[in-house]
Structure formats: structure tokens, C-alpha cells
């Protein structure tokens, strides 16, 4: 169920990845529709390249400052890559059952916190090919596309804490930024 990258993602151009609060990870994502299939061609392995450099697990689209439904995903298991392009991903169903695991986000560097989340899930999503496409996912990768979807809706894993438990994070977060540009 994945989809091979156009061209080699560790050649292609790196992104930049926003940092919170950048206020373009607070928006909801616009569908990709037809007319953006040039760009998301072109985006794709340079988002694949950007999210092994990092390194990550999942990458979207807002996180480098753009509004269309796009993410890639890659668990990296036995240290290989098969990504999966997500366009258009939306959850269908989610189990009742649920688990908290530790998260962490490339827009949020550094900064980790245990989440509680449906345990599995299903996404319906358009690959790269323009085909309809459905995943049933549970642990990891479920969580991964949880993840990856909250981002295409303005949401960011803090959003899952408590208060008190986000604000510590954005305060330590924001002290780490001001170190890095200090240095």
C-alpha cells in the first residue's frame, strides 16, 4: 500500500519547516483538486527529503507553509523507506479502544508529550496515481495518520494535552528558539 516517490527524495530540495506558534499550522488545509497536480508532484519528493532530513516519520503540508490537503508518511521499519503520499486523506472510521503513547512533532522540536488516541483507524486518501485508496491502521501508523490529518485541520498534538501540560511546552519551546537565534 505504498506509494514509490518520483524521483529520489534524499536528491530533491529541502523545505523549511515552520515552527509553532507560526500561525500557518493553525489553519485548515484546502482539498487538492486537479489544477494543483503540477505542484504536488513537485512537492512530494521535496517533502519526503525534508521529513528523512529532519528526520521525522510524517510530514504535512502546512508545516511547510502550505494550505492544501497534502502529507507523506514513512515508518521507516527495518530501516527501510516505503513512503505513503496521503492527498486528501480523511478518517472514515476509528476504534473505540484507545491508547497514549508519547508524540512529538517536527514543528514542535525537541518537545514531547503522551497522547490518547483511537488505538486503530481507517483513512480513505488519493495517492500519487490519482486512485482512491483506504489504509486500516492500528498502533504506530495509526497514530502517525492521526497525527498527520490533525495537522491538514489546523490542529497540532499540544491541542491533545492539558492546558497547563501545552503551555509548559510552548513556554520551553519558545526559550529554545530564542537560545538558537541568540547562538
Known amino acids: 500500500m505504498t506509494d514509490p516517490a518520483p524521483v529520489a527524495p534524499v536528491e530533491a530540495e529541502r523545505l523549511r519547516i515552520l515552527i509553532a506558534p507560526d500561525p500557518v499550522l493553525r489553519r ?10 503540477t505542484t504536488v508532484r513537485d512537492l512530494i519528493p521535496r517533502m519526503l527529503a525534508t521529513m528523512y532530513a529532519a528526520p521525522g516519520i510524517g510530514l504535512a503540508a502546512p508545516q511547510i507553509g502550505l494550505g492544501l490537503r497534502l502529507a507523506v508518511i514513512d515508518l521507516q521499519r527495518d530501516d527501510r523507506r516505503e513512503p505513503i503520499v496521503l492527498i486528501n486523506p480523511e478518517i472514515v472510521a476509528a476504534s473505540a479502544e484507545v491508547e497514549t503513547r508519547e508524540e512529538g512533532c517536527l514543528s514542535l522540536p525537541d518537545q514531547y508529550a503522551d497522547v490518547t488516541r483511537p488505538r486503530a483507524v481507517t483513512v480513505r486518501f488519493e495517492g500519487q496515481d490519482g486512485l482512491r485508496r483506504t489504509i486500516e491502521a492500528e498502533g504506530l501508523m495509526a497514530r502517525c495518520l492521526q497525527h498527520e490529518i490533525d495537522h491538514l485541520d489546523g490542529v497540532l498534538f499540544i491541542d491533545r494535552i492539558s492546558s497547563l501540560r501545552r503551555n509548559m511546552i510552548l513556554r520551553r519551546l519558545a526559550k529554545a528558539q530564542r537560545e538558537k537565534a541568540q547562538a
Open 28 to 37: 485548515k488545509t484546502r482539498p487538492v483538486v486537479a489544477a494543483d497536480a
